[in-house]
Structure formats: C-alpha cells, structure tokens
C-alpha cells in the first residue's frame, strides 16, 4: 500500500466555513459537506482543508496557510482529533505579501521532502462582495473582484519561484494547483471568474512543461463545483438556477442544485502525490454535474 510517510506538503489555502445550506448528494443522499465539528461547532470543509486530512490519513506531515488564524487552530485541532499520531504545523499569513512568503519558506523544516498543494482562492467571503455572490454579469464587475480573482496568479507564481530552488535540490517534487472546471468551460454571469481560472490553469501547464526534466512534477486539478459553502448563499444558487444552469440545459429548480465533497478533490489530490505516475491533470465534476470538458 502506497503512503505519503515521510513527506511534508504545504498547503495554501486551507479553510472553513459556517454552514449555511445542507446540499444533498444525489445517489446517497447524505449531506455533501464534509463536516468539520470542533468545540460543538459544526463547519463545512474548504479543498484545502479536505485534501489536508486525505494526505494526514496517508501519513504526511501537513502545514496549512491562510489568512485567518483562528480557522487553522480548528482545522489543526479537527484533523489531530482525527489522526492522533499526526501533528498538524501552520502559518497564518497573506500570501500576497512577498515578505512573509520567503519568510516561510526559510522557515519550512528542511527534514523532509516538500511538496506543494495550492488551493488559495476566491470563495463565498473572501472578498467583501454584495450577497457573497461572484457570479455577476459584465457590468457588475469591480475593480475590487477582479484585483481579487487574478491575485491568486500573481501570488502562485510569486511562492513557486520561492520554492524552486528548494525543489531542484530534491529527488522529485509533486505540486497539485487547484484551478476549475471554470477554466475549461465557460458560464453566464462568471466572465472573471473563467478568466482568472483559465489563466492559473494554463500557467500551470506551462510551467509542468518547464520543470519536469527538473523531476518537478505538476498537475491541475479542475473541479467542477464542491461544497465548500461558496454555494450557501441564496442569491448564488439563483444566479445558478435561473442563468447558469438553464445555459447548460439544466432544471435546478425541479432537481435541486448539488455539488461534490471536498473529500472527493482532497483524496484524489492524495492519491496523485503518491502515485508513480505524473497525472498531469484532472478534471471532475458531482455525478450528474456538468460533464462539459470544455464542451
Ligand atoms: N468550491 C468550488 O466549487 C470550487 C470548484 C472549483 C475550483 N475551486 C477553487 O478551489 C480553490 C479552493 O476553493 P474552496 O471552495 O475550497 O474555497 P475557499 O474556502 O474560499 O478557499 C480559499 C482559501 O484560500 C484562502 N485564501 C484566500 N486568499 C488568501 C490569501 N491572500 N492569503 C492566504 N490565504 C488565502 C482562504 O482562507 P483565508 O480567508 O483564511 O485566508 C481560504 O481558506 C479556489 O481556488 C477555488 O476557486 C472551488
């Protein structure tokens, strides 16, 4: 059996959110979150967050980031109450703050191979917007959620250069980049947010070309969408209903709207990194969700 002992993986971009909406899956119809209880409180999962638990469950040492401190201590706390043999390491910081990113990059043990899981995005609240909905038509867009969409590029690139030199000294180094479906296959009323992925996406391909004579190996991971509670608010899931699903040929209103768990993406991440192979990329979607490989 094949494990991630002995390695180390960064992930940027682990988080939590209160749960606001309970989506169903539609074959078993459980709850599609996945659920984090700490202290009596129950959160849903982000991908990072998942994905952290899937390579702790295999043995690796995770170290989060994100901004927000707070949710780290409960994602640690979650995920050592789940797997008592493993100590979860973390730092909260800006990502788009080049200073604290070469700081902890000097600061990451140097004990173990590392290997990097970039998940960092725009989510429901991330960025202050109207109803903590981002999918709005071209007229709506700000400055701000544009600034906002695209600063996930500038600060991918800015970590990777940090960590390249770190990674050339190693036997191999694996790194998943989360972009989205969105990247291949566009939607009514997520001009920026197609953007912004297609962009991280196809930088991500480019530099997987680059560097893997380097023995760097990199895979994009383009989910369609996960519960993570982007989709908690009303107002999304009638952006969605009425105008991006009806696109696709669609009727929420008679089905529902449903969404894989960040499980899916968090074990599928896992597996890529211990695999033998280089999967260079994925694209997944719920059952029944939108099998449009940019189509
Ligand atoms: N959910 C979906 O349906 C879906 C589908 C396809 C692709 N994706 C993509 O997958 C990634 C993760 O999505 P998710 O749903 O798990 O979203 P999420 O919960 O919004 O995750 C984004 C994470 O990035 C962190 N973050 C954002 N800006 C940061 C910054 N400047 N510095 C440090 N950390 C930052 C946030 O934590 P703090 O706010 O604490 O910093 C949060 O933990 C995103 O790129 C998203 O676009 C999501």
Redesign the pocket.
Known sequence: MKNLQGKRILI????I?PVGFLFKDITTDQNSHTSVTVDGFEYKA???TATALACAEAGAIVHL????EA?LQIIKQWIESKIPETKVEYTA????DKVALRKLVDSLPTDLPLYWVQ??????G?VKIKDDNPYLRIDQLTDELIDAEF??IN?TIALLQFLLPRFRKQKESRICI?????AIRSVISGSIHMAA?GAISRFTNAAMIELHKENIFITDIR????D????DSSVVQETITKTIGKGYGYDYEKTGLF?MP?TAVGEMIATILMSDGHTTSVNMVARGQWPHEGS
């Open positions: 940027t971009g682990a988080g959110k982000n991908i990072g980031v994100a901004r927000t949710n910081l800006d990502l788009n998940s960092a995005g725009l989510g429901g991330t600063s996930t600060n989360v972009s989205s479906m969105s992925k989910p369609g969408g996960v993570t509670g982007l989709y969404f960040p």
